[in-house]
C-alpha cells in the first residue's frame, strides 16, 4: 500500500545552523507533497508545499526539494531559531486522493 | 476567517463506553477529514467526505466507529464501544475541494479510553 518514510526521527541543532528532514513516498503517482509543523498539544499547520511539477520551492528560511525519480523529498530550514522547535510532518497524496503522513521528526533547537 | 472547531477538546472514558466528537469545518469548504493521531505518530486518515458524501472510509474500523456529515457542514465521530488503543488525538481537517488543496485542522480531540 502506500506508504512516506520519514528521516531522522529526532534532530538536534545549534540555533543558527542548518535542519533537514527527508522524506521518501511509495506511490509514483502522488503529485502534491506538504510539510506540517506541530508543536506540542496544537494543531498541524501548513509550512510549505511543493506539487510534482515542480523541483524545488523556498519560504523564506524554509525550502523543499523534490526528487520524482527517487520518489523522495525534502524539508530544509536555515539559521534555525528556537521557536523552530516542534515536530515535522511530511505527507504524500497520491492516487487515491489521499494524504498519507510520515511518522514525524522531532527537531530541537538549542539556543 | 474563522478556522475548524471541534469540540470537546478532551474526553475520558471507560473502555465499552460510547463517545461522540463534533467538527465545524471552515465555512465553504466542501471536503471534511477525521484522522486518528496516536502519540508518536503521523495522523492516519479515518474518513474523508466531499459534501455529505464519504469519499474515503477504507480506515475507519466499521465495527465501532460511524460518521456522519448529513447537511454537507458539521460532522460527527462516534466510537462506540471504545477500546483502550482507541487512546489517541482526533482530528479533523477541512479543504476548499479535493485534488492537492491545504488542509486545515482543527484543535483536535484528545480520547482517554481507561
Known amino acids: 500500500g502506500e506508504n512516506v518514510e520519514q528521516h531522522p526521527s529526532t534532530l538536534s541543532v545549534q540555533e543558527g545552523d542548518s535542519a533537514v528532514i527527508k522524506c521518501t513516498y511509495s506511490d509514483s503517482a502522488s503529485n502534491y507533497f506538504p510539510w506540517y509543523k506541530q508543536e506540542l498539544g496544537k494543531r498541524p499547520q501548513l509550512i510549505i508545499d511543493?506539487?510534482?511539477?515542480?523541483g524545488e520551492k523556498k519560504d523564506q528560511r524554509i525550502a523543499v526539494t523534490l526528487n520524482k525519480t527517487a520518489k523522495h523529498f525534502s524539508l530544509h530550514i536555515t539559521e534555525t531559531q528556537p521557536e523552530d522547535s516542534a515536530v515535522y510532518f511530511c505527507a504524500a497524496k497520491g492516487n487515491t486522493d489521499k494524504l498519507i503522513f510520515g511518522t514525524g521528526t522531532r527537531l530541537q533547537v538549542f539556543p | 476567517e474563522a478556522g475548524v472547531a471541534q469540540s470537546p477538546r478532551y474526553k475520558i472514558i471507560e473502555k465499552r463506553q460510547s463517545v461522540a466528537f463534533w467538527c465545524n469545518p471552515i465555512s465553504g469548504h466542501a471536503t471534511l477529514y477525521w484522522y486518528q493521531q496516536i502519540l508518536g505518530q503521523g495522523p492516519k486518515l479515518l474518513i474523508q467526505?466531499?459534501?455529505?458524501?464519504?469519499?474515503?472510509d477504507s480506515q475507519l474500523p466499521k465495527d465501532r466507529f460511524s460518521a456522519e456529515r448529513l447537511k454537507g457542514v458539521d460532522s460527527t465521530l462516534k466510537i462506540q464501544p471504545a477500546k483502550l488503543e482507541d487512546s489517541a488525538v482526533y482530528l479533523c481537517?477541512?479543504?476548499?475541494?479535493?485534488?492537492?488543496?491545504?488542509?486545515?485542522f482543527g484543535p483536535g480531540t484528545r480520547l482517554t479510553v481507561t
Open positions: 467526505f466531499q459534501n455529505n458524501g464519504v469519499v474515503d
Open positions: 511543493i506539487r510534482s511539477n515542480v
Open positions: 481537517a477541512s479543504s476548499l475541494s479535493d485534488g492537492g488543496y491545504e488542509q486545515y
